[in-house]
């Protein structure tokens, strides 16, 4: 015994006659005697989280084969979270912008129109949950069929300043 607490210590018990895999969090706190620096005893408390511990497992697996999905994607993809930070940035992007994903996962604050336009702005994302006219007049055509918007836009930073003309990119909104 170290004589310092432990808390949410996760430990996987297999039962065995059954071989079931069951999780358990640990929490351990010691027991002294008056004026003793060495623990005299220790109380130990358990929690089956093997439910919990499932759920997450199932969540980081769904998330795994997502990114894998976007990641080879032939079309440069990119995600961003509701707070406005990138969270997938694919091969593809990569090559069309000249951007490493590790330079774009969890940047926020607009950088992702900055290798398209060189600059932080609002952009066709921006429209998704309303319409603003500023952002609008940036692209020389678009629409919205149900919740995905198309417009067009010149990019002129892609390609190493050469641009891309007529850009036709599409944003959909998943999810409430």
């Not at 330079?103 to 992702?112: F, K, L, P, S, V």
């Not at 940036?138 to 629409?143: D, E, G, I, L, S």
């Amino acid at each position: 015994m170290t004589g310092e607490p432990c808390r949410n210590v996760v430990m996987g018990v297999r039962n065995a006659v059954t071989e079931q895999l069951s999780w358990i969090s640990i929490n351990t706190s010691p027991l002294f005697k008056e004026g003793e620096v060495i623990p005299d005893g220790v109380v130990i408390s358990f929690y089956d989280m093997t439910d919990q511990k499932m759920a997450e497992d199932a969540e980081q697996e769904s998330k795994s084969k997502l990114e894998a999905i976007i990641e080879f994607l032939p079309d440069a993809t990119f995600v961003i979270d509701r707070d406005g930070k990138v969270i997938a940035w694919n091969r593809a992007m990569e090559e069309m912008t000249g951007v490493n994903k590790e330079d774009m996962i969890e940047q926020g604050d607009h950088a992702y129109p900055i290798p398209f336009y060189g600059e932080r702005r609002r952009q066709l994302l921006d429209l998704l949950d309303e319409i603003d006219n500023e952002i609008a007049s940036r692209y020389q055509y678009v629409t919205r069929k149900g919740s995905t918007l198309f417009a067009e836009i010149f990019a002129h930073a892609l390609f190493e300043g050469r641009g891309l003309p007529y850009l036709m990119p599409r944003e959909s909104a998943w999810g409430p």
